[in-house]
């Protein structure tokens, strides 16, 4: 049961910062060019989107989880 209690504060987390943020931005980092010892890298940021779809289908998954687990207990 404390698992069916951390997955649903887990997936309302999840919820409210896909309805924050819109999405997630993250930098990687790429090899251009290596000819023996000279190495160049670039920065590319790149983002991954979270609709408001995916926030409200973690929040209500959260919500139900929460209350399906204190009805049992």
């Given at each position: 049961?404390?698992?069916?209690?951390?997955?649903?504060?887990?997936?309302?987390?999840?919820?409210?910062?896909?309805?924050?943020?819109?999405?997630?931005?993250?930098?990687?980092?790429e090899?251009?060019?290596?000819?023996?010892p000279?190495?160049?890298?670039?920065?590319?940021?790149?983002?991954?989107?979270?609709?408001?779809?995916?926030?409200?289908?973690?929040?209500?998954?959260?919500?139900?989880?929460?209350?399906?687990?204190?009805?049992?207990?």
């Amino acid at each position: 049961m404390k698992t069916n209690m951390l997955l649903a504060i887990i997936l309302i987390a999840v919820g409210v910062v896909a309805f924050a943020y819109q999405g997630i931005t993250y930098t990687t980092r790429e090899k251009v060019v290596d000819i023996g010892p000279i190495q160049m890298t670039a920065e590319k940021t790149k983002t991954l989107p979270l609709t408001p779809i995916v926030g409200s289908i973690a929040l209500v998954g959260g919500i139900v989880l929460l209350v399906m687990g204190n009805k049992k207990g």
